[in-house]
């Protein structure tokens, strides 16, 4: 079958032969139909993540179940499917109280289901979409109308978990907030759809690009700030305070969905008092930044991580299916573009050069 597989040192093979083993006791074997083109699965073959090859990419999918292991009870053959990254065990505390995120088991899931002239290939982010069939956890796997278009339901399991959970699930941001966003990619129009939703009062989009202005308006920003221009956290304030110096203090909520410390040094300047600042870009490993305490301490401001949102996917991914049914929440316009698997170097191009929303490889 095809697939994309990583072989370390920044290079990616198209291969025609791949083989996945049969699902086990819990697994399901899923016949993917379409995989978003998450940032993440760059970071890999950037180095920013490291991961062991060979792997097969790919963590954004959704497809038809084709069989089911023993015990995975919830799904049959023919279900469609939406997938998600947390392959969690469902019984630990964090688990029992609804913080699958924050489940130590569901962190470093390596395994390798797929083999290539008899040498097995690696999976990613428990998952691997850039494939025509995968093996996952059943939990993993979240049953979804069949009506919904397969090749816009995949972006759910990553762009939209991540983006609009960091608002709604971690943040909970209140409706009148004022907020401002980093890094207008995927993630970013995520978060602000996710501001939109939660009612922010005032969303300020920032990207170095001018030209993702469009679209971050149309996903819910109010206001755009080139930050190429310089200063951006005084012209954030400006905004906030429509002008009037005494109330220019920030803004409640900032998400630096960039991974760089430097935003993220714009992002936390850029706080009002009692604001806080959400990291959600992906960092690499051993990242360090330099924070200054006085403003956090003196001023109740506050810095915090978010795993995937903070996300319960087995309540999420219905709930966000259902608002894209009702016309609340945007995924028709996520995607930009629509790939052959064979085409991974155009995607990967255009995704690096800033034309994509979200790109989506079709199986």
Partial sequence: MRALIYEGGGKIRYVEDLEVREPEAGEVLVRIAASGICHSDISVVNGTIDWPVPAVLGHEGAGVIEKVGPGATDLAVGDHVALHTLANCGTCGPCESGKPTQCRRSYGNRAQPFSLN?????????????????????????????????????????????????????????????????????????????????????????????SREQKAREFGATDFIDASLGDTPARIRDIVSDGRPDQG???????????????????????????????????????????????????????????????????????????????????????????????????????????????????
């Fill in 118 to 210: 008899g040498q097995p290939v690696q999976n990613f982010a428990a998952t691997s979409t850039f494939v025509e069939k995968t093996v996952v956890k059943a939990n993993q796997a979240v049953k979804i109308d069949p009506s919904v278009p397969l090749d816009i339901a995949c972006v759910v399991g990553c762009g939209v978990l991540t983006g609009v959970g960091s608002v709604i699930n971690r943040a909970q941001v209140k409706p009148g907030d004022t907020a401002a966003v980093f890094g207008i990619g995927g993630i970013g129009l995520n978060v602000l759809q996710g501001l939109r939703l939660a009612g922010a009062s005032r969303i300020v989009a920032i990207d170095l690009l001018p």
């Fill in 249 to 363: 203090s920030g803004v409640d909520w900032s998400f630096e969905c960039v991974g760089s410390t430097r935003v993220l040094a714009d992002a936390m300047a850029s706080l009002g008092w009692g604001g806080n600042c959400v990291i959600v870009g992906t960092t690499a490993m051993g990242t360090t930044a330099d924070i200054p305490l006085t403003p956090l301490a003196f001023v109740d401001r506050g810095v915090m991580g978010a795993r995937y949102g903070a996300s319960r996917p087995h309540r999420d991914i219905p709930s966000y299916i259902a608002q894209y049914r009702q016309g609340k929440l945007m995924l028709d316009e996520l995607v930009t573009q629509r790939y052959d698997l064979a085409d991974f170097e155009r995607a990967f191009h255009d995704l690096e050069a800033g034309k994509l929303a979200r790109g989506v490889f079709v199986l």
